[in-house]
């Protein structure tokens, strides 16, 4: 590809917010554009498969999507490490070369602060994909005693997440035959499962007290101490546990911070256009503070926004679209049904949500998500 006067384009982080941009501007721009994808790993894998790892319904190398099957007219996928990011210039350091952008894109996402919740570290996490790795292998252990999901933190990726890792644990536990010898706890910081909807969050709770779970809301997990097994929450109470599945606190990866980029953990932006303070610097996905909802479909929803202004912007053509909040959620609700909401941040005063009954006909839904987007990403 011979790239010399065509704009330079850098994407940092192939998550749901970099695939889709980079493959946006190729569909729509092709060989005109020099498009750079970094991504410090080799695969990608969709967040909500790590709660389908850990409980053994999915084998983790079926949920691995590799990079190397990513090819687009005009994109040149790399796997390096980013090492340091300047905004005001728009010049990116890696393990393996130095790279200039007319317009840059940081989408890597958020990551996990374990420092900030004492003991955390010591304890299990379902959030990454080792985390669920090696829950997979440690649950069959779990023969009884208290089980508690505890977020350390909001905001946090995928909200209806801890919500479905109980359920999902309860249907696991009765497949074990142990379920009446364990109690399940959640411990979540928000008020409700899911605050913009309220159906959705009153679903959950039934489903929750249908199956004896005890849910906590408004606290969060302030520290573990794990010689006591004890969970301290925020209030000072404490909870007593055998089993303790962690959702750690979130914030952008270092290399955001010592950037300059971030406030208060994240990046702030223009929630409609995602642009930063800095020329032609934009942010999507999770680090960015758009006041939506960190999962990939919201990834999703602003990539598309940032790459018609680029288009946009390229051929002199006016302005793009504006990034509209909107986003659909699955929600795994156990016995193999499955619940969708719809939640809408930008259109009205306040956000709204729709939601649609646990069933075994949406999971054909789910299904059909990921099967699309594995398609039009990566050709699988």
């Known amino acids: 590809m011979n790239t010399a006067n ?11 917010g970099g695939l889709e941009l980079t493959t946006l501007l190729s ?8 498009v750079t994808l970094i991504d410090k790993s080799d695969t990608f894998i969709f967040g909500f498969s790590k709660l389908g790892v850990m409980f053994g ?12 099957s990513f090819a687009k007219p005009g994109v ?58 090696r ?26 997440a801890p919500s479905e890792c109980v359920l999902m644990l309860h249907d696991y536990l009765v497949r074990q035959g142990v379920r009446e010898a364990c109690e399940i ?6 008020g409700s499962p899911v605050p913009p909807s309220p159906d959705t969050s009153l679903a959950l709770l039934a489903a929750f007290a249908e199956r004896g779970i005890k849910f906590i809301p408004g606290r969060r997990v302030a520290s573990v101490d794990n010689t006591r097994n004890v969970a301290v929450l925020d209030d000072g109470s404490e909870m007593p546990f055998e089993l303790f599945l962690g959702v750690p606190k979130h914030r952008v990866p270092p290399v955001v911070l ?58 002199h053509r006016g302005g793009g ?22 939640v809408d941040f930008f259109s009205g005063p306040s956000p709204t949500g729709n939601y649609y009954e646990p069933s075994v006909t949406l999971r054909a839904d789910k299904e059909m998500f990921g099967a699309t987007r594995r398609s039009r990403w990566f050709g699988l």
């Open 6 to 16: 065509k704009p330079r384009i850098v994407v940092l982080g192939a998550g749901f």
């Open 27 to 34: 569909e729509a721009m092709g060989d005109a554009i020099d």
């Open 57 to 68: 319904l999915k084998q983790p190398e079926a949920v691995r999507l590799p990079y190397a």
């Open 76 to 133: 040149r996928m790399l796997k390096r490490t980013i090492t340091a990011i300047d905004p005001q210039s728009r010049r990116v350091v890696t393990d393996d070369g130095v790279f200039d952008a007319d317009h840059l894109i940081v989408a890597l996402g958020a990551e996990y602060d374990f420092d900030a919740t004492p003991g955390l570290s010591g304890t299990n996490e379902f959030y990454s994909v080792p985390g669920a790795e």
């Open 135 to 160: 829950l997979r292998h440690m649950l069959p252990g779990f023969k009884k005693g208290r089980a508690m999901v505890g977020v350390c933190g909001a905001p946090y990726k995928c909200p209806p």
């Open 185 to 190: 706890s959640l411990v979540l910081p928000l």
């Open 258 to 315: 010592e950037s300059g980029m971030s406030e208060n953990g994240w990046i702030p932006v223009n929630p409609r256009t995602l642009e930063t303070k800095y020329e032609n610097v934009y942010a999507v996905g999770d680090g960015a503070n758009t006041g939506t909802p960190k999962a990939g479909v919201f990834a999703e929803g602003a990539a598309r926004a940032v790459a018609s202004a680029l288009v946009a912007k390229l051929r």
């Open 321 to 342: 679209t504006l990034y509209d909040g909107f986003g659909t959620c699955y929600i795994e609700f156990g016995g193999g049904r499955i619940g969708k909401v719809e």
